[in-house]
């Protein structure tokens, strides 16, 4: 197999997997699959889940773009070369229970050719973040510290490297660098060279990919079923109005899909179901949901951090020494 | 009274009025008045109005701002002088009941001086446009009316101009160019010379601004307390996601004020309060939700359109010939 068909033939199994498990994990709602063609060459497969018993709104996309660089490309993306190909997966996934986090990510791969169709450069980016409405350090934890392990296996520089870019990348610049939630990590543009091939970097997007089941199933089913108020919902609607205002005005993903003639209704499957915008809202200092916001002003080294049920046990463990 | 003081009076002026008319229109809420200082200079008094009788989120700012030309002026905004002032009203009202339409306006002068404070430059721009959630086409008419009567005092050529001028800014480029409401008029640049003075467009301002009370208030009385339907309300949240979409896609105000410091709660009051997002929602071909987005794919001339009512009166009074 080539490259390409390597890549591609992961991106769907991945697809296909993630997708069993979060009907799995919902149990009632199924994924609807739309698939799509580009004009200009390629298509997608779009497959949308929605007023589950878990998952109010989720989708969780595959596509396989290419075409000739155009005069756009050239000049905005600065991106020289004779044609392009790109290939990805890309999901978010809104419960409906605002003790449940939405989950965000992505992992694609880019190639550019010259006029003789030889790959001309080539590179990856990838990754997968956490919006919590309500924070649970422990779920922070099992979610950073699972990232960390699939990429500690490639290099030991990656998960600090990646959590940074990441907690600078999902930000509401004009809401005081506010982040969209606690982060996970996020790469862009790795290119193989002499010391890291291609299979490298294949690698590092099927760890981080595979990654995702372990990341946020045992969050979902632990957190599903916690009973949860309107003034709970209230708030997850005022915080889906934030991821409303990154995707909208600061994501470049979604900014290039919209401005390029993308197939929109896969790009903004992104959005929330339901959204509030109140004036000036803010939460009672010291509260639940305050303690979630400060979390997003001041991103956190989470596995670092020492939690209750830690401290508990450890205390226990030397109470019987 | 300079032409500075003369707008800024006006200006407020206006503020107080259509605050008190539309409360009047409520009949239980009332504005609430945040006024704030911008630390480079000027300030402004944001009125804001919630869960109302009728109004379930509005606002109707006032901001007098001035500063020296930074760099970014020059470089993005093409301004060339020392320092500059603007003042300008602008509002946003999302009703309750879906079948009361969403409004907004704004009328606003710049000036420009050069390093001596004379005034190098002076602009006027303004506006009124309309976003039903259903087309009723008396009302389409009374409103386009309404602003054709009140620009027609100044140039028979303005209202069919800046119909059309509005038709094509307030466009969500990215869904088939689909408008975010029925339109009004928009102008913008208009700069005093040897046919038209300040006076003119001082003028024209406060015709246009004065205007919005007999445009949107009748309008509000006859619908506000038409029942509604879940499903009403529900094609309403969906709709409101367009106009989201507009605003913090293509808007160039919301747009430079989140890139420029502004005051973010005031620029963003224009989000509506509740909105839904929904993967691929298309309205049932002929409903009365699908005859509203075909107005606002299809920009239509409502002044040439004869309704229902009025042939029936026509009708009557050949009848009683």
Redesign the interface.
């Known amino acids: 197999m080539t490259i390409k068909e390597t890549w591609i033939a992961y991106i769907h199994d991945l697809q296909d997997r993630i997708c069993t498990v979060l009907e799995e994990a919902d149990g009632t709602a199924k994924f609807i699959e ?1 698939a799509w063609e580009r004009p200009e060459g390629g298509g997608g497969k779009t497959r ?1 889940i ?1 007023n589950g018993a878990v998952f109010e ?1 989720g ?1 969780v996309n595959t596509s396989i773009v290419f075409g000739e660089v155009t005069e756009a490309m050239r000049t905005q993306l600065k991106i020289d070369g004779h044609s392009w190909f790109a290939c990805g997966l890309s999901l978010v996934i809104h419960p409906s229970n605002p003790f449940v986090p939405t989950v965000h990510c992505n992992y694609r791969m880019f190639e550019l050719y010259n006029e003789a169709g030889e790959v001309m450069d080539r590179w990856f980016g990838g990754g997968t973040d956490l919006t919590p409405y309500y924070l649970f350090e422990e779920d922070a934890k099992h979610f950073h510290q699972t990232y960390k392990d699939a990429c500690d296996k490639f290099d030991l520089n990656f998960y600090p490297s990646f959590k940074e870019t990441c907690d600078n990348y999902f930000v509401n610049f ?2 005081n660098n506010e982040r969209r939630g606690i982060g996970g990590i996020f790469y862009d543009y790795q290119r193989p060279d002499e010391n890291r091939d291609v299979d490298f970097w294949v690698g590092l997007a099927k760890s981080c990919g595979n990654a995702f089941m372990q990341a946020y199933i045992p969050i979902v089913n632990k957190r599903k079923d916690m009973p949860y108020t309107e003034a709970n919902k209230h708030w997850q ?1 005022i915080r889906r ?1 934030r991821y ?2 990154f995707n ?2 600061h994501d470049r993903g979604t ?1 290039f899909g ?2 390029t003639n993308g197939r ?2 896969s790009i ?2 992104s ?10 809202y803010q939460p009672i200092a010291g509260s639940k949901e305050d303690e979630l916001l400060q979390a997003c002003l001041h991103p956190r080294d989470w596995l670092s951090i020492v939690t209750e049920e830690e401290k508990l046990a450890w205390a226990k463990a030397s109470n019987s020494c």
């Open positions: 739309d949308v929605a709104k989708g004009h809401r609607e109005g409303v205002e909208l005005v900014l919209l401005k929109i209704e903004l499957m959005l929330p179901p339901t959204v509030r915008f109140e004036y000036n």
